[in-house]
């Protein structure tokens, strides 16, 4: 007989992926499970127990599982092709309409995923600038590539701007190269950049740092030090684009990057991303230009295949409805307030962070301000994750590293109340044995 045969199908993922996941989860054997279907905030698994859902693909569902003007955009194109390496009329018709709406961008080309968006937009800016170096904030995210996972997860907490890679195989090549910055410090940040302005082709900054706001006057002040010194801001909207607004974090927060990246969000689940910026900037990918001016090479197989940019539109017409954005920013702070109010009811030390359909939770005293990485990072990591897989266990999808909570247009409060109760629960349990 087949030996997989007599596994779980929970036994069978742990055999052949590390970890029993395709990154991040980790999850206990016990707690490991393969995912059957899902449907607006609702999983269900190969052994049929249900979820609710608060991780949405990382974000990357936000119009919720199975919507239906996705799956039917899908089923139209599907049979027409799923890729040919070039443009065509869902992919045109999607790059005009991200244009139209976001003024960093006045072209743009599409790629396959969020890293891909922000690897090409650090290329571009050194190639522009005709310098090397890069300023990233400490604990951002900018996707799996080199500079993205430089400092995700620091451990030792170098001084600034002093770069510590969070994956091994990259110091060599970020060593030189990234310089680190704590988000909402704008008088540090602007010193790293004076005292390496020639140097420095571009600052990098997801506007809502994975959870944490950006304070009064932050994004307008690295926007006024960047183009003081001629050095390229880059906004990263894989998160924030079609989420907090329309128009991302530079209608949101009112301030235009020289360059931006998207993905996540704007496939209504499915793989894309893109990056787009000012002509003379976006020009250098002409591969006309090819030896005999600056050129930058940018080519995605799969990037703009015609499925995921049917779904990409399919989901900006979801996000154009009546009163989208109205649901997901009140569902968040629906949900966030519910979660102060539960640590405040049990007397535990805690602080919610977030903004629109986000949210995540510091073990912290409220008297320390959160508002970069290490004020994160002082909050009980122990704690949380022992709260995560607690959630996990009683029916909530989450990541349980912890590091955010994502909504989406298909949860209520009905959903967000479930979570409150088993986060009630959860809590008990781990403070009754801490």
């Not at 409805?321 to 640590?343: F, N, S, V």
Request: proline letters at 5%; charged letters at 20%; glycine letters at 10%.
């Amino acid at each position: 007989m087949n030996p997989t045969l007599m596994q779980t199908d929970a036994e069978r993922s742990l055999a052949i992926f590390p970890a029993g996941s395709n990154g991040e989860f980790n999850l206990p054997s016990a707690l490991s499970m393969v995912i059957a279907r899902g449907s607006g905030c609702d999983l269900w698994d190969t052994d049929g127990k249900h979820y609710v859902d608060f991780s949405m693909g990382w974000g990357s569902a936000l119009v919720g599982h199975g919507r239906r003007e996705i799956a039917e955009a899908v089923a139209q194109q599907a049979p027409k092709g799923a890729n040919f390496a070039y443009i065509t009329e869902a992919s045109l018709a999607l790059a005009e309409e991200i244009v139209r709406i976001s003024p960093a961008s006045e072209r743009l080309r599409f790629c396959a995923s969020g890293t891909e968006a922000t690897m090409y937009s650090l290329r571009l800016a050194r190639a522009f600038t005709g310098r090397s170096r890069v300023i990233k904030f400490e604990g951002a995210y900018h996707g799996a590539n080199d500079v993205g996972v430089t400092s995700l997860f620091p451990q030792r907490l170098p001084d600034f701007p002093t770069p510590e890679p969070s994956s091994d195989g990259i110091d060599h090549l970020v060593r030189d190269h990234v310089l680190i910055a704590p988000y909402n410090d704008l008088e540090t940040t602007q010193r790293i950049i004076t005292t390496y302005a020639d140097e420095v082709a571009a600052v990098i900054v997801e506007p809502l740092h994975r959870c944490l706001p950006p304070v009064s006057g932050f994004l307008q002040g690295l926007r006024e030090i960047t183009a003081a010194h001629g050095v390229l801001l880059i906004f990263d909207e894989v998160v924030t684009g079609f989420r907090l607004a329309y128009g991302g974090a530079q209608e949101y927060y009112g301030v235009v990057p020289d360059l931006v990246a998207y993905g996540k969000a704007l496939g209504g689940g499915y793989p894309i991303g893109a990056y787009g910026g000012q002509f003379e900037i976006m020009d250098l990918v002409r591969e006309d230009r090819l030896g005999r001016e600056t050129y930058v090479w940018t080519a995605s197989t799969l990037g703009g295949n015609p499925v995921s940019t049917a779904a990409a539109g399919a989901a900006l017409s979801v996000f154009r409805q009546p009163g989208a954005y109205e649901h997901l920013h009140e569902i968040g702070a629906y949900l966030r307030e519910g979660m102060r109010q539960t640590l405040q009811a049990r007397g535990i030390p805690g602080q919610i962070i977030g903004d629109g359909p986000l949210a995540q939770v510091v073990f912290t005293r409220e008297e320390e301000p959160v508002l970069d990485y290490r004020s994160t990072r002082r909050g009980d990591a122990e704690t949380s994750r022992a709260v995560m897989l607690g959630l996990f266990g009683r029916g909530i999808f989450l990541n349980p590293m912890g590091t955010k909570l994502y909504l989406s247009l298909a949860h209520d409060k009905a959903a967000c109340d479930t979570f409150l109760d088993r986060f009630d629960d959860t809590l008990a349990k781990v403070f009754s044995t801490a």
